[in-house]
């Protein structure tokens, strides 16, 4: 069904229609190439930047031991309320990005990945981006053996390349991004590397390049997206001293802790500030692929943005309580990097 799927050209408004979907919001695409050359150039100015960071600083064996040692971005639960306005200059066009559980398939979904054979300048992300995408099996919180096929594998992989990408680049342009970790994570039952190495402290330093602009908070549980209510009151505060006119939220699922995140949100804030997914952001759990979503990827295997934002839309995955406002990323360079073309 997927394969079949995937010979379809349909465009978003004639699926939509062909659907009976009629009250479903339209949706802006954005474009494949940004509309000026200064955005291109400047794309490419902050990947050049990025490439440095990581072949100089983040290949420097001092700073890899240092950086499974403790997260370096600051938390916004230590920031003085005094300090908010100072954060003001880090909004993307009054926009801040929000991303629930960054990268949780692979620290806490996806079996442990072996380090051996692969270089100590690698993050885990890396090698299982870089790795095969065959088939494999896990076990679940209950204990049952689920075997997640190839096709879904490449999904998430990408999902996660996308966002990782992301995060490197918007941490290295300097624009304002909280992460909402999973709370209290390294004593959770399926976080992977909670014996030995904190694989998970070294990725979240590596991709946001100890940016002033980047802060975390914890969420109430390691498996939900909701934070405690002080801190619930703690960014709403935070987001209206430094002036933020919209809220884009990102971070693995969709359907779970990235909904209970942004419903927790949204109906605190109320309508005086905009709470918008990210479809590119917003990753799909294995668990919840079907043959009923609309392909996730192109055929050189990349996102098809287009089948993200319409599966959300379409509620696809059957697992979101109410259709969530929706906004697309302004360009593709905000996560493609030139080298991997």
């Known amino acids: 069904m997927i394969s079949f799927l995937r010979k379809i050209k349909f465009s978003l408004p004639v699926l939509l229609f062909i659907c009976g979907c009629a009250h479903t919001p339209e949706v802006t695409l954005p474009p494949v190439i940004p509309e000026t050359p200064e955005d291109i150039l ?3 100015e902050i990947w050049q930047k990025v490439e440095e960071r990581s072949g100089t600083i983040e290949d420097n064996p001092e700073w890899i031991n240092n950086s499974y040692r403790a997260i370096k971005i600051k938390s916004l639960a230590n920031i003085p309320i005094e300090k908010y306005v100072e954060y003001k200059k880090f909004l993307d066009g009054g926009a801040v990005y929000i991303i629930n559980h960054p990268a949780y398939y692979t620290f806490f979904h996806h079996p442990k990945i072996n380090r051996r054979g692969n270089s100590i300048t690698k993050n885990i992300m890396d090698i299982f981006i870089d790795g095969d995408s065959t088939s494999v099996e896990y076990s679940s919180e209950n204990g049952e053996a689920t075997r997640y096929k190839e096709e879904f594998l490449k999904i998430i992989k990408e999902f996660e390349r996308v966002e990782s990408n992301f995060l ?4 290295t342009e300097q624009k304002l991004i909280i ?4 709370g209290d994570y390294k004593k959770y039952s399926n976080y992977r590397y909670k014996n030995g190495l904190d694989e998970y402290t070294r990725y979240i330093n590596d991709v946001t390049n100890m940016s002033e602009s980047v802060l975390y908070l914890e969420s109430k549980k390691p498996n939900s997206g909701q934070l405690i209510e002080y801190d619930l009151t703690t960014l709403i505060e935070f987001l209206q001293k430094i ?5 884009l ?27 918008e997914i990210v479809p590119e952001l917003s990753p799909v759990s294995p668990d919840d692929m079907n043959t009923d979503m609309k392909d996730l990827l192109d055929p050189k295997n990349r996102l098809d943005v287009q089948a993200a934002t319409y ?11 109410s259709t969530p406002k929706i906004r697309n990323l ?5 996560y493609e990097k030139p080298t991997e073309k």
């Open 42 to 44: 400047r794309a490419k």
């Open 179 to 182: 992460l909402i970790l999973p």
């Open 168 to 171: 490197e680049f918007k941490s």
């Open 311 to 321: 599966n959300i839309l379409k509620d696809a995955y059957q697992k979101l309580a």
């Open 330 to 334: 302004k360009s593709r360079l905000f």
């Open 243 to 247: 002036g933020a006119t919209s809220v």
């Open 249 to 275: 939220v990102g971070g693995e699922y969709v359907g779970r802790c990235e909904e209970d995140f942004y419903r927790q949100l949204s109906g605190a804030i109320g309508p005086s500030m905009a709470v």
